[in-house]
């Protein structure tokens, strides 16, 4: 069967859910699940949410999330999940920032933390943990990163379909530390790696820890229903001079005086 | 009884007035109350305190508070019926509020978590989106009854009105398209793509909750392009509404909100919440003609004076940052007492009312000499919007 693309096929999705679905996986990537259009249009029917489980069923790195009902005022921003969970001076005048997530606020919360270490006798050097990071958006990620590199081309690459080099972005402000260390472990994963790998690479940082948890692809979101959204997987990421698969390697174990 | 341009019509959005039954009036009121010349007034709904408090712009006093139902979000004044109606989030209801009478008042069930309105140009047909339930109900205000309700949104937001009152353009927040419907038909006719997917890079669960689709499909008066910046993206769609095709992507600052446009229509406004950035567009070069600085957690831009100064409404400050239109430069700031929400510039574009959520109060701006003139008290508790009619309504 001819079937309609891009945007055409979009448009047709008003009337036909699965044919949304269809196209943004895009038909010519079923067979990589096992599926092919005709068959989903056949066995779902209309039913766009059996057809993302069908996606799901044929590729273990898939996955179906269900989002949290909509409210006012988490779609304000204003009350953004916090991103840094803990920030505290240790004993011998080293700070450290606890990065758990890369919320719409990240940057902001970062620079506070920053701001908060400056008014207590902290020595300018500063453990970045990131041992309960599981990653999340990619966009915002470099946009941390940015903090402590400055503007960086082309500092990694997307490879798959749609092969691209990303920047680090130029920002308003710099993180003013004298040396920095980056915590990671096992939970450290996606995007809490890469920036780990850039932050080694184009910062100076020091890794210490424990090997990460090595994904080292994207997923791309596609809305299925209200309340539904398909996490695809997509490209595969690359930090030239470091390795993400397998786990980044750290440089050394955890140093001394800070809690396991 | 009231002679508005279609131009407003089109673009009249109130905000909240849930009506959980009956009407109860303040001490306040005097006599009798009645709304009819609506058009002097301005309704503030109270999240709250559940009640919609009503103003007038003669005076800048508070004349009443009108009891609705729970948390009000916003509210529509259908002059041309003499209507106002309130969204109740919490209920899933809507109050119809007869102005003329206020303690005639109908409550209707909808679907799920109604919010965002928009009225028709023909004035009586209301677009309501129920943001919960992925569904818009559309009113008659005629009948006072749904007529018709459509489902395959994402999170509906926002609503937009074709010129004619033919289409309905959907913001979902949800997903990265602008939903399209036949308002005769009552059937989704057309999905507008935005952006691509979003890319995240997360092991498990982690980025979905701050996942922010479309909030606004924002067109230019004569109805031909839209505006719709994507939560997710650093730029702004610019979409041909009569093709139902993008046209371009214009680059903005970071975590763009959405665009708000001047009332004559030459610039759209889009508060870049990441950078605290201001991009001005041009709509008729469909490029950024300026950048300037704005503020954390920016709300909403109101215009007024002649279209020569832009307030910019920064919730995370508590205060106005003020752009000159015709310089296309910064024109100071104004600190504002509570923390504010939304605004509404009066037709004449001379007055910006301020609702100010941490203070249960109204702020009231001179625009011409762009200075806060007053503050009105204890309007109610957390006042979440203002709205007049025959302005440029819009919610957050």
């Known amino acids: ?251 050394g174990p955890l140093p001394p005086g800070v809690a396991p | 009884m009231f002679d508005l341009p279609t131009l407003f019509r089109s673009t009249r959005v109130i905000s909240p007035v849930a009506l959980a039954g009956a009407i109860a009036l303040s001490a306040g009121a005097a006599g009798a109350a009645s709304f009819e010349d609506s058009g002097r007034y301005i309704f503030v709904p109270n ?128 997903a990265d398209h602008i939903s399209v419907i036949d308002v005769a038909e009552a059937a989704l006719i057309s999905e507008i793509p935005v952006v691509g997917s979003t890319p995240v890079a997360a092991a498990g669960e982690g980025a979905e909750e701050e996942y922010q689709g479309i909030i606004n499909v924002t067109r230019t008066p004569d109805g031909r392009f839209g505006f719709a910046a994507h939560g997710e993206g650093n730029s702004l769609a610019v979409v041909d509404l009569r093709s139902f095709g993008k046209v371009k992507n214009i680059d903005l600052g970071e975590l763009p909100w959405r665009a708000f446009s001047t009332a004559d229509g030459r610039y759209m406004l889009v508060p870049n919440n990441g950078d605290e950035t201001v991009s001005v567009i041009s709509t008729s070069r469909l490029e950024v003609v300026a950048t300037l600085p704005g503020a954390e957690d920016m709300t909403g831009v109101n215009t007024g004076w002649f279209e020569t100064v832009a307030a910019v409404v920064s919730r995370g400050e508590d205060k106005l940052v003020l752009i000159d239109l015709i310089e296309m430069a910064p024109a100071g700031e104004i600190a504002l007492p509570g923390t504010p929400e939304t605004g509404v510039t009066t037709p004449d574009g001379r007055k910006l009312y301020v609702a100010l959520s941490g203070s249960d109060q109204v702020a009231v701006v001179d625009l011409k000499t762009r200075t806060l003139v007053k503050t009105i008290d204890d309007v109610g508790e957390e006042p979440w919007g203002v709205t007049m009619a025959g302005a440029l309504n819009y919610c957050h």
């Not at chain 1, 710099?174 to 260390?181: D, I």
């Not at chain 2, 004349?63 to 509210?75: E, L, M, S, W, Y």
Request: net charge negative; proline share 6%; with cysteine.
């Open chain 1, 1 to 251: 069967m001819a079937m309609a693309l891009g945007s055409a096929a979009l448009a047709a999705g008003a009337a036909d859910p699965v044919l949304r679905v269809i196209a943004a996986v895009g038909p010519e990537r079923l067979g990589a699940f096992g599926l092919s259009a005709e068959g989903l249009r056949q066995d779902c029917d209309r039913d766009a949410l059996c057809a993302a489980r069908s996606i799901v069923a044929g590729d273990a790195r898939a996955r179906l999330a269900q989002t949290p009902p909509p409210d006012t005022d988490r779609i304000r921003w204003a009350r953004s999940l916090p991103s840094v969970a803990e920030v505290a001076l240790l004993g011998d005048g080293r700070g450290l920032i606890r990065l758990e997530r890369f919320g719409r606020k990240a940057g902001r919360e970062l620079r506070a933390g920053l701001e908060g270490l400056a008014e207590t006798r902290w020595d300018g050097r500063l453990l970045l943990d990131l041992r309960r990071h599981r990653g999340g958006d990619l966009g915002r990620m470099l946009r941390v990163a940015g903090h402590f590199t400055g503007a960086v081309p082309a500092a990694l690459r997307l490879q798959g379909e749609a092969p691209q080099p990303l920047d680090i972005p130029e920002r308003s402000w710099r993180a003013e530390v004298t040396a920095l260390t980056l915590l990671v472990g096992p939970e450290t994963a996606s995007s809490a790696e890469i920036l780990a790998a850039l932050l080694r690479r184009h910062a100076g940082a020091r890794v210490l820890g424990a090997r990460t948890a090595g994904k080292d692809y994207l997923h791309r979101i596609v809305p299925i229903v209200q309340g539904w959204q398909l996490y695809l997987p997509a490209e595969t990421v690359a930090v030239p001079g470091e390795t993400l698969a397998g786990g980044l390697l750290p440089d």
């Open chain 2, 47 to 174: 999240r709250a305190s559940a009640d919609v408090a009503v103003i007038d712009s003669r005076t800048d006093s508070l004349v009443t508070r009108i009891q609705v139902g729970n948390v009000p979000h916003q509210v529509v004044i259908a002059d041309r019926v003499g209507k106002m109606v309130a969204s109740n989030t919490d209920d899933n209801t809507v109050s119809i509020v007869d102005l003329a009478a206020p303690e005639r008042a109908k409550t209707l069930m909808l679907d799920v978590e109604p919010e965002h309105m928009e009225l028709g140009p023909d004035g009586i047909t209301l677009a309501v989106g129920n943001i919960g339930a992925g569904t818009v109900s559309l009113l008659s205000l005629h009948t006072d009854r749904e007529i018709a309700r459509i489902d395959g949104l994402f999170e509906p937001h926002n609503l937009t009105f074709s010129p004619d009152g033919s289409l309905l353009y959907v913001a979902n927040l949800g």
